[in-house]
DNA sequence: CCTACCGATCGGTAGG
DNA sequence: CCTACCGATCGGTAGG
């Protein structure tokens, strides 16, 4: 369908045996592209943006240097590309977890558990580089691009309002509702800096501290 | 006193008037070095320790470009510096806010208070710049660095750790206190990244919901 | 602390 | 997607 124009084939007299060839050029674009965003969410985690080469992307996707340039337009675009599809994961898996967990038929406090489960494993599950690349690189990208990324957070993030004003109505969360999101995000996306999957807790476990720092419990 | 050495001034026959002028390379060394450190935690928080050149440092003490390596070995140990000036700093700030409280007369509710507001001041109040840095560039030091700042960092957090196991004992703290700490510090230290002096509230209002969000407030 | 400078690296491009 | 390359910038240094 794709592959009989022979054209590239060395006139050597003997004809290609097998399926014929792609050029390179023409392998699967989506796959490239996609180990392209692979490779540069892990080295923008562990390295940050700015100490990271097109270069080092490059090799980590098995390409040479100019090569990442055919399919962003620039550094900043490979960068941005990372943000956006960590938060539409993020975003997916917490429709999945809310979907999964019936969320409706919960109690305030169960609902804020499934919600603080599903935010710890996007942040430290398997293959979490993209959101903390997105949250500590975010002054690394412009502003049509943030402008971009907010539409996804506040889709995330107004998931949880009504869940915490639930709490804050039945008293059991203290804290002024906004403030309290924010500093919750913030002990949550925090254990990115100091969490080791090797050591310390399991998610199950800092989901139950972060239970009971915010609300208690589930008394 | 350090002024009778003339050595320096041109042979033009006058002799010099007022007080004699230092050589540039005389003037006040620590005070050079101070503006590098400010200007460098200046420029560190805003573009990022990779983002920023040794030049723009220069530039904002008002020197030329190789004139920070007369004061720094390299861009490193300049960042480092930056990182223990601000803990150094915190680990002041805490103990003066310990001593100026009465600490020991407080109930554990009201010390973590304290802890809680001078945390705060460090993190967000004016002039804030060091420990931001060191809280997110620390990936750009090396071992022995990391290990040297520890040692501080471990003084600022040991003071918390009593307040939260008598929390904890009196049943108003109600998770981990290990796993209670290091979100309590998340909550608080992801502020920087959404603070802003001008709006939202006050350092004050910020303590009154940590507290609330954490131990229920001071019922 | 300045002047003058170097080697290395980097993001990005043209042309195939 | 590769090859070959460019201009710019950067950390750092020698010598005064």
């Given at each position: 369908m794709e592959s009989a124009s022979a054209p590239r084939v060395p006139a050597t007299g003997r004809r290609p045996r097998g399926r014929p060839r792609k050029t390179l050029a023409q392998r699967d674009d989506g796959n490239r592209r996609r180990a392209l965003i692979r490779g540069a969410a892990r080295l923008f985690r562990r390295k940050g943006f700015d100490a990271t080469s097109t270069r080092d992307i490059a090799a980590a996707a098995g390409m040479q240097s100019g090569s990442p340039?055919?399919?962003?337009k620039n550094k900043q675009a490979l960068l941005f590309?990372?943000?956006?599809?960590?938060?539409?994961h993020a975003v997916e898996r917490q429709q999945q977890a809310v979907a999964a967990a019936g969320m409706e038929a919960l109690d305030p406090a169960d609902q804020l558990r499934v919600l603080v489960r599903s935010h710890f494993e996007?942040?430290?599950g398997p293959g979490s580089d993209f959101i903390p690349v997105m949250l500590y690189e975010a002054r690394s990208i412009n502003a049509r691009q943030r402008a971009s990324l907010s539409e996804l957070r506040s889709t995330y993030e107004g998931t949880w309002v009504p869940v915490l004003q639930a709490l804050y109505a039945s008293g059991r969360l203290k804290a002024d509702v906004k403030l309290a999101r924010l500093m919750i995000f913030g002990a949550l996306n925090w254990s990115v800096q100091w969490f080791d999957r090797r050591k310390e807790a399991s998610l199950d476990d800092l989901t139950?501290?972060?239970?009971?720092?915010?609300?208690?419990?589930n008394p």
């Amino acid at each position: 369908m794709e592959s009989a124009s022979a054209p590239r084939v060395p006139a050597t007299g003997r004809r290609p045996r097998g399926r014929p060839r792609k050029t390179l050029a023409q392998r699967d674009d989506g796959n490239r592209r996609r180990a392209l965003i692979r490779g540069a969410a892990r080295l923008f985690r562990r390295k940050g943006f700015d100490a990271t080469s097109t270069r080092d992307i490059a090799a980590a996707a098995g390409m040479q240097s100019g090569s990442p340039f055919y399919h962003f337009k620039n550094k900043q675009a490979l960068l941005f590309a990372v943000m956006e599809e960590g938060m539409r994961h993020a975003v997916e898996r917490q429709q999945q977890a809310v979907a999964a967990a019936g969320m409706e038929a919960l109690d305030p406090a169960d609902q804020l558990r499934v919600l603080v489960r599903s935010h710890f494993e996007v942040l430290l599950g398997p293959g979490s580089d993209f959101i903390p690349v997105m949250l500590y690189e975010a002054r690394s990208i412009n502003a049509r691009q943030r402008a971009s990324l907010s539409e996804l957070r506040s889709t995330y993030e107004g998931t949880w309002v009504p869940v915490l004003q639930a709490l804050y109505a039945s008293g059991r969360l203290k804290a002024d509702v906004k403030l309290a999101r924010l500093m919750i995000f913030g002990a949550l996306n925090w254990s990115v800096q100091w969490f080791d999957r090797r050591k310390e807790a399991s998610l199950d476990d800092l989901t139950q501290a972060a239970l009971a720092l915010f609300i208690g419990g589930n008394p």
